[in-house]
């Protein structure tokens, strides 16, 4: 028998299995008030990232429009996108194309957590549409470095997720 690490080929990154609700509160990166995103993989070659969002009030998160295409999965509770008919629901998987521009609302203080997996950037928007800000894995990565070292893990702890 070959030793296990020999078959990978060379440059062949590591594979990553991790609890996705992790154990330690410390994982998960404050996004705003109630509002946290806890990293999956982030991964730098594709720009692209897996996060569970968490939210714990009712309200709406700010309206933002999607270049790239994203994939989700609803773990825990229920919320809807303003623009849409549609409820997410534990178990539900969402497909959302390039150009997609939603503002997803809690309607409950009841937790949820949705996997998703975001391509490219988010790009926020006013009523107008024009842009008021965005987020890509590198605004994610520097995110985590931050909230990370301040709570005492270090800033390196986002290293084991990144690709
Ligand atoms: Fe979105």
Redesign the pocket.
Same mark, same amino acid.
């Given at each position: 028998m070959p030793e296990k690490s020999s078959v990978l080929p060379p440059f062949a990154k590591p594979d990553l299995i991790i609890d996705a609700v992790p154990e330690d509160e410390r994982v998960w990166v404050p996004q705003a008030p109630k509002i946290w995103f806890r990293p999956l993989l982030l991964d730098t070659n594709k720009g692209a990232w897996f996060n569970l969002l968490r939210v714990r009030r009712a309200g709406v998160l700010t309206r @933002?429009r999607?270049p790239g295409p994203?994939y989700g999965y609803v773990i825990k509770g229920h919320w809807h996108y303003l623009e849409h008919d549609f409820v997410a629901a534990p178990g539900k998987f969402l497909f959302?194309p390039p150009g997609?521009t @939603?503002t997803?609302v809690v309607d409950s203080d009841d937790e949820m957590i949705t996997m998703?997996n975001?391509n490219g950037a988010?790009v926020y928007v006013d009523e107008e549409g024009g842009t008021i800000g965005y987020e890509d894995v590198f605004t994610k990565i520097e995110m985590c470095m931050k909230h990370y070292e301040e709570i005492g893990l270090g800033s390196g702890y986002v290293e084991q997720f990144i690709r």
């Amino acid at each position: 028998m070959p030793e296990k690490s020999s078959v990978l080929p060379p440059f062949a990154k590591p594979d990553l299995i991790i609890d996705a609700v992790p154990e330690d509160e410390r994982v998960w990166v404050p996004q705003a008030p109630k509002i946290w995103f806890r990293p999956l993989l982030l991964d730098t070659n594709k720009g692209a990232w897996f996060n569970l969002l968490r939210v714990r009030r009712a309200g709406v998160l700010t309206r @933002h429009r999607h270049p790239g295409p994203v994939y989700g999965y609803v773990i825990k509770g229920h919320w809807h996108y303003l623009e849409h008919d549609f409820v997410a629901a534990p178990g539900k998987f969402l497909f959302e194309p390039p150009g997609e521009t @939603h503002t997803l609302v809690v309607d409950s203080d009841d937790e949820m957590i949705t996997m998703f997996n975001v391509n490219g950037a988010m790009v926020y928007v006013d009523e107008e549409g024009g842009t008021i800000g965005y987020e890509d894995v590198f605004t994610k990565i520097e995110m985590c470095m931050k909230h990370y070292e301040e709570i005492g893990l270090g800033s390196g702890y986002v290293e084991q997720f990144i690709r």
